[in-house]
T-cell receptor, first 113, second 112 residues
Framework: ELKVEQNPLFLSMQEGKNYTIYCNYS?????LYWYRQDPGKSLESLFV?????AVKQEGRLMASLDTKARLSTLHITAAVHDLSATYFCAVDKGGGGADGLTFGKGTHLIIQP | DGGITQSPKYLFRKEGQNVTLSCEQNLNHDAMYWYRQDPGQGLRLIYY???????QKGDIAEGYSVSREKKESFPLTVTSAQKNPTAFYLCASSFQGAYEQYFGPGTRLTVT
């Protein structure tokens, strides 16, 4: 059974600081996804990582994937309040993503001035 | 505008009643999915469909049913057999063989 674990589950940090969210998964997969969710809202796609060594960056967020270690990281650089949200990683169940995704429990991120 | 719509946004039902949640997409996506989210939790897959007239159970299908009569529509029925139906329900869709799933705005179901 595919399991996806995120840590930390809760993170409070100050503006301007850097931090990393970790996502471990239990079975082989070449595809990993990062989503953002604001309170009471749906999920917004941030990154799709398709191969070992993939690195993607958007603004202050950078995601990477190490399929050998079954680990993805989401790095936040010089955090700003607008990045406060819950961040989820998700992994393909198989079938090129057509069989759905398995999600981590999410990291609730609060960025304080 | 292309996208995924879910209705209603909020739904209240009494215990013992079946309820159907709507999901429609005009993105011409082949695959559609239903997920459930409980407070403080990640999403869990209920059902998915890769083509019309075919669907598969996800991780937590018990107490739910679906149909896929049209490519654009994938309604979810929460039956009285679902023991804890109160949750946030999210529908998603994607192209067949594509990597990214797009999510609808969600339906918040409360059963008392």
């Amino acid at each position: 059974e595919l399991k996806v674990e995120q840590n930390p589950l809760f993170l409070s940090m100050q503006e301007g600081k850097n931090y990393t969210i970790y996502c471990n998964y239990s079975t082989t997969s070449d595809r990993l996804y990062w989503y953002r969710q604001d309170p009471g809202k749906s999920l917004e796609s941030l990154f799709v990582l398709l191969s070992n060594g993939a690195v993607k960056q958007e603004g202050r967020l950078m995601a990477s994937l190490d399929t050998k270690a079954r680990l993805s990281t989401l790095h936040i650089t010089a955090a700003v309040h607008d990045l406060s949200a819950t961040y989820f990683c998700a992994v393909d169940k198989g079938g090129g993503g057509a069989d759905g995704l398995t999600f981590g429990k999410g990291t609730h991120l609060i960025i304080q001035p | 505008d292309g996208g995924i719509t879910q209705s209603p946004k909020y739904l209240f039902r009494k215990e013992g009643q079946n309820v159907t949640l709507s999901c429609e997409q005009n993105l011409n996506h082949d695959a559609m999915y239903w997920y459930r989210q409980d407070p403080g939790q990640g999403l869990r897959l209920i059902y998915y469909s890769q083509i019309v007239n075919d669907f598969q159970k996800g991780d937590i299908a018990e107490g739910y049913s679906v149909s896929r009569e049209k490519k654009e529509s994938f309604p979810l029925t929460v039956t009285s057999a679902q023991k804890n139906p109160t949750a946030f329900y999210l529908c998603a869709s994607s192209f067949q063989g594509a990597y990214e799933q797009y999510f609808g705005p969600g339906t918040r179901l409360t059963v008392t």
